[in-house]
T-cell receptor, first 115, second 110 residues
């Protein structure tokens, strides 16, 4: 079946502009995660959604970052007033549910470059 | 803070040799997972070892877990150039978030 997809694959934007990154999880997966990975670094957790529960936003680095998940499926990560330090690869992952026993399935990522 | 820390940060070996990567974690775990990442894009799940397991095999991969030392190792036997990638360990923290280590960058030279 189809895996996790993300769009766009690459995004170049000017400092100060807003950007929206999209994630389509695997059908039927109730948990969705967003991570950020700077060049040569590990993954930094941003936010996760589980079903209809309130999302865990504890990893969002500032109030310029927000995310929503519509209809329990597609998710959009929005970065307002982008800064150069926001340049990174943004990875989305889904899993059948949250909990401590599930692997995550990753999308190919969106490479964001803020000039 | 990172739940997992890997070492070495980078490893370069010849094709056919074995590659061993280590991971240490801080809190108690239900399971520990290893992921592979090519070219800084999406990660692929390799193997999951549960806290009550000590060793697990999958093809050329062998994972060990020592909960008393809070450490795990990933062994890739008979490495190939195609194994060149970054490898991450990850475990869930008590809040249910999967936390990744910084990764080991493996280079296998033909």
């Amino acid at each position: 079946g189809a895996g996790v997809s993300q769009s766009p694959s690459n995004k170049v934007t000017e400092k100060g502009k807003d950007v929206e990154l999209r994630c389509d999880p695997i059908s039927g997966h109730t948990a969705l995660y967003w991570y950020r990975q700077s060049l040569g670094q590990g993954l930094e957790f941003l936010i996760y959604f589980q079903g209809n529960s309130a999302p865990d936003k504890s990893g969002l680095p500032s109030d310029r970052f927000s995310a929503e998940r519509t209809g329990g499926s597609v998710s959009t990560l929005t970065i307002q007033r982008t800064q150069q330090e926001d340049s990174a690869v943004y990875l989305c992952a889904s899993s059948p549910r949250t909990g401590l026993s599930y692997e995550q399935y990753f999308g190919p990522g969106t490479r964001l470059t803020v000039t | 803070s990172q739940q997992g820390e890997e070492d070495p940060q980078a490893l370069s070996i010849q094709e056919g040799e074995n590659a061993t990567m280590n991971c240490s974690y801080k809190t108690s775990i239900n399971n520990l997972q290893w992921y592979r990442q090519n070219s800084g894009r999406g990660l692929v799940h390799l193997i999951l070892i549960r806290s009550n397991e000590r060793e697990k095999h999958s093809g050329r991969l062998r994972v060990t877990l020592d909960t008393s030392k809070k450490s795990s190792s990933l062994l890739i036997t008979a490495s190939r150039a195609a194994d060149t990638a970054s490898y991450f360990c990850a475990s869930y923290n008590q809040g249910g978030k999967l936390i990744f280590g910084q990764g080991t960058e493996l280079s296998v030279k033909p």
